[in-house]
């Protein structure tokens, strides 16, 4: 549940976890103990009605003699009118250089006059909702790839603000928290999306002889998918395997990117990424030097400027238009499922570091 709490006649959807994760039915009915004070839907969407604090019972609906249930509490804050709002300069800057795939909270982008305002009375709209939009809540989604911009306007009451937003081209930002999004499974393994718990996206792989599940962002055609390694140099994935790879080896499986211009001898980058090792298989760095875990998330990365089996260009300071985009994962024996985190791209590994420690510290 959100710890700040909802203000009056704002929502919230409650998640459940169901234990054990293999339960057969996965259904809930919902009371809110303190109507008054908030309502709760039979979905589990949490409405404010009035300031205070209210108790919130869900039960387990699995036709069971004695279900179980649990309660939780939900503090509903009064409407404070906001007298004045700006654009904070930090928020400005971040805005500036935006990935594809990003989610940003624009509700944190604003200093609110006085500070306890309640910010979900301003609205918020997109002029090009091609490259980013944003919905309701204020939260923005970047869809572009290429190099552009859009307006954000804020407004409540009389007050009205605007800040700009801009694509950096060949920025991934693409976190998997809630889905595999635009991404999508080859189709051949039959591999398939199990859940997502706000924090990861839970991968089954297909068989029957080995486990593959290959995580796809285009495949044979071109699209609006663009790479700068002159800029943005490396490609980062967080994900859990529970089998220890190595590199150049798949005998334990293998996580291999795979990324061209066009796949025939005509292609300016690709075919396939070879990378550090003498090998496609695992060609990936560990961040930090580190062995392959089992135990935890891994953070690999690949240098986009290494080398390639067919074209490494002599040129790095050009956009690539990807005709392929692929981690083939592949070869396993010891797991049928694997983790996906995010994917992102880096300027420097110095940069990379930044982020991994500053997401551990934040946790």
């Avoid at 103990?33 to 839907?41: C, F, S």
């Avoid at 991404?183 to 859940?195: H, I, R």
């Avoid at 990324?259 to 005509?266: A, M, P, Q, Y």
Wanted: glycine letters at 8%; charged letters at 20%; proline letters at 3%.
């Amino acid at each position: 549940m959100v710890t700040e709490g909802i203000s009056e006649s704002a929502s919230y959807q409650v998640e459940v976890d169901a234990l054990p994760a293999t339960a057969t039915f996965k259904r809930y009915k919902w009371e809110s103990l303190n109507p008054e004070i908030a309502t709760v839907d039979d979905s589990g969407v949490v409405t404010g009605v009035k300031a205070g604090t209210a108790t919130i019972k869900v039960t387990a609906d699995d036709f069971s003699a004695s279900p179980v249930s649990t309660t939780f509490t939900v503090k509903i804050n009064p409407v404070i009118q906001i007298e004045n709002f700006e654009f904070t300069n930090e928020a400005k800057e971040y805005l500036g250089q935006l990935g594809y795939g990003e989610v940003y909270d624009l509700k944190k982008s604003v200093a609110l006059t006085p500070s306890n305002a309640t910010v979900e009375l301003i609205s918020w709209s997109s002029d090009n909702s091609s490259v980013a939009s944003v919905d309701e809540d204020g939260v923005l989604t970047v869809h572009s790839m290429l190099s552009g911009s859009a307006t954000i306007t804020a407004s409540t009451g009389e007050l009205t603000k605007t800040v700009s937003v801009n694509v950096a081209e060949g920025r991934i930002w693409y976190s998997f928290e809630n889905g595999i999004g635009d991404w999508s499974l080859e189709s051949g393994d039959n591999s398939s999306v199990v859940k997502s718990d706000g924090e990861k996206t839970t991968i089954k792989m297909g068989a029957p002889d080995k486990y593959r599940g290959d995580f796809v962002w285009v495949r044979n055609g071109v699209s609006q998918t663009k790479i700068t390694p002159s800029v943005y140099r490396y490609l980062a994935m967080k994900i859990n395997v529970a089998s220890p790879l190595s590199a150049g080896s798949n005998a334990n499986g293998c996580i291999k990117l795979e990324l061209w211009d066009d796949s025939g001898d005509k292609g300016t980058i690709g075919n396939n990424y070879t990378g550090a090792v003498n090998s496609a298989n695992n060609s990936f760095e560990v961040l930090n030097g580190g062995s392959f875990q089992t135990t935890a998330p891994n953070v690999i990365y690949w240098d986009l400027q290494s080398n390639y089996d067919k074209h490494t260009p002599t040129d790095w300071n050009q956009t690539f238009t990807l005709n392929c985009l692929k981690f083939v994962i592949a070869d396993y024996t010891a797991t049928d499922s694997y983790d996906i985190y995010w994917v992102h791209s880096f300027k420097t590994v110095e940069e990379l570091e930044a982020f991994v420690a500053s997401e551990d510290t934040n946790k």
